[in-house]
């Protein structure tokens, strides 16, 4: 067998799914409201050329932050703020149509920049986007009377103020939605737990693009397009934020799998062995609905588990702990997390390794303080060791071989899940 593959590419083999029909459903809005803005004609040219240039400079800047999806905090923040434009400079606002057009237009103007030149780049966050501001312009057209404007009155004010508020919070809230149910698709994850994660994820960064482009849009509404360029300083600055955090976070990754690898290198374990048995610990994570941060403890707890390993006098034959006595693994797992804990960082992955090993009887059957990230790992381990590169035994005979031990070695609420990742195909 070949050397396990990221948690994305694995899920990449089975389509684009959703993805595909937001594709559909952003391409089709976006060519409608094109249409419909060529019919009709384009209002106020100045706004619309400036905020598509915003937009589109936004999407040529994305950047993954969370290592799952492109963030393109520019283009999201001008573009709701182009969906809210209402004020005493605004002449005649932009209906729900030609926002659109211009959100799709100036969307493909920043994608084709980052394809030609080969960098990351995902269509289907981008159309998501179109689509959700498409709902916040028929919100916001939707709360406010036909051809309102601010007359400095503060009854008014309130009125536009809570237009615009709810139609960022509309958008925010059908891109969580949108996103969980790709999320439930792609990762198998339950809806609820990938609802949950959407709308947190809405809090963090999705609230400061939302008050990014509340700013532009009150900049240029009641202060002229010259007001943009001010309200643009902050935005730079939170993006560049973002992206220091982003970068951050790829090189935690990088020096956690760099660790990783030093017991495959010293033989106490299999070539690829910790990277197939993260892959399957997060692959059960998501089939349980554990949270993002819990998650990547996880992850990083499976790929480090065997680092305890290497005070141990000599490696397993083939890497293979569970062929090493019960005290040498406990005491290998006790050892590993007192490596993990000096980091200073990591205590919650120190807890996970720490338990790894526990029979299930004398751990958390009896003690639930211990975390049930532990007997994930505990299973997703012993079913590399069975199933994977070099072990030989089918997934059929494998799930038969834990199913022995449910109750006892195992958890029996991890074991289940086990069962239904691998009864959905999942391969090494």
Known sequence: MSAAPSQEAWFETRGLGSGTVILLAGSCLGLLSLVMTARHGVVEWSFAALFGALIAVGEMV??????????????????LGYATLRGTEVGLPPGIAQVVAVTWIATLAGIVPRALAGLPWDPVVSFRRVISVACA????????????????????AVVLVAAMLLAVLSAGVVDALVGAGQATERYNRPFPAALRDEL?????????????????????????????PLVVVPLL??????????????????????????????????????????ALAVAIGNDLGLTP????????AALLSGVGQLALADPSPGGASLLRTREERQRA?????????????????????????????????????????????NVALAYEQLVGEGSGQSPDKAMESIGLGIGAEYDPVVVESLRRVVGRGFRF
């Open 62 to 79: 994305q950047f993954r932050v969370d290592g799952s999806r492109n963030r393109a905090p520019i283009a999201t923040s001008a573009a």
């Open 293 to 300: 941060s819990r998650m990547e403890a996880l992850e990083y």
């Open 137 to 156: 312009a028929a919100v916001f057209e939707g709360v406010l009377p036909d051809r309102f404007s601010w007359d400095g009155s503060l009854q008014r």
């Open 237 to 278: 600055l939170t993006q560049f934020a973002f992206r220091r955090f982003a970068s951050a976070q790829r090189t935690y990754r990088t020096t956690v799998r760099s660790m990783a690898r030093s017991t495959e290198i010293a033989g106490f374990s299999s070539p690829g062995q910790n990277a197939r048995t993260a």
């Open 333 to 377: 797992a006790e050892i590993g997390a007192a490596v993990i804990e000096r980091s200073g960082v990591l205590d919650h992955v120190a807890e996970i390794v720490r338990h790894s090993n526990d029979p299930y009887r004398h751990g958390r059957a009896n003690d639930a303080s211990i975390p049930v990230e532990s007997g994930i790992v």
């Open 200 to 228: 947190v994820m809405m809090g963090r960064i999705g609230m400061a693009m939302g008050i990014g482009g509340l700013m532009l849009a009150a900049g240029a509404s009641l202060i002229g397009l010259w007001a943009v």
